[in-house]
């Protein structure tokens, strides 16, 4: 009888199992549906290196990360969050882009903020979705990324609207 149970609440876990992550040193918060792994590189943004901290982790086939770094000097920002969306549209080789509703608690407005749904393909032909979010606050960026083949109706939104920055 307990096997049966413990099968059957096995069968009923969810795919997605939210939690709150704060990315130390990054002054935000968010819900990933997974135990999201850490690593940083140096890259070049809006003229200069910067630290990249990523945050990713897989669940329901899709990977959900999020990226910040800080540019140092605010007239860099608009062009850093331009650059971040221009390069995650390159990387699928994406074939359409529609633009989404983003409302992030905290973030400073920016006209280069936004979030984008593409349709594109991986390096290895898979065709693939992704949503893509790129805001700031002050001089720290960010971007928050959903991509796979396909996910929950709700997952992006949860995701996405969970997104929140410190006063």
Do not use: Y
């Not at 709150?20 to 999201?36: H, M, N, T, W, Y």
């Not at 329901?60 to 990360?65: M, P, V």
């Amino acid at each position: 009888m307990l096997l049966a149970m413990q099968i059957g609440v096995m069968g009923c876990a969810p795919v997605l199992d939210w939690r709150e992550v704060r990315p130390a040193g990054s002054g935000v918060s968010l819900l990933f549906p997974c135990k999201p792994d850490s690593q940083s590189r140096l890259v070049r943004l809006a003229g200069m290196q910067v630290r990249l901290v990523l945050l990713a982790c897989a669940a329901g086939g899709s990977t959900w990360g999020l990226a910040h770094a800080d540019v140092v000097d605010p007239a860099s920002v608009g062009v850093a969050l331009a650059e971040l969306r221009a390069a995650a549209t390159a990387n699928l080789s994406a074939s359409s882009m529609l633009e989404l509703p983003l409302k992030v608690d905290g973030a400073t407005p920016n006209p280069s903020s936004s979030r984008v749904q593409l349709a594109g393909r991986l390096p290895d032909g898979r065709a693939v979705n992704s949503q893509v979010a790129v805001f700031a606050k002050g001089t720290r960026i960010f971007q928050a990324t959903l991509i796979g083949e396909g996910w929950p109706a709700d997952a992006p939104d949860t995701f996405f609207s969970s997104l929140r920055l410190s006063p």
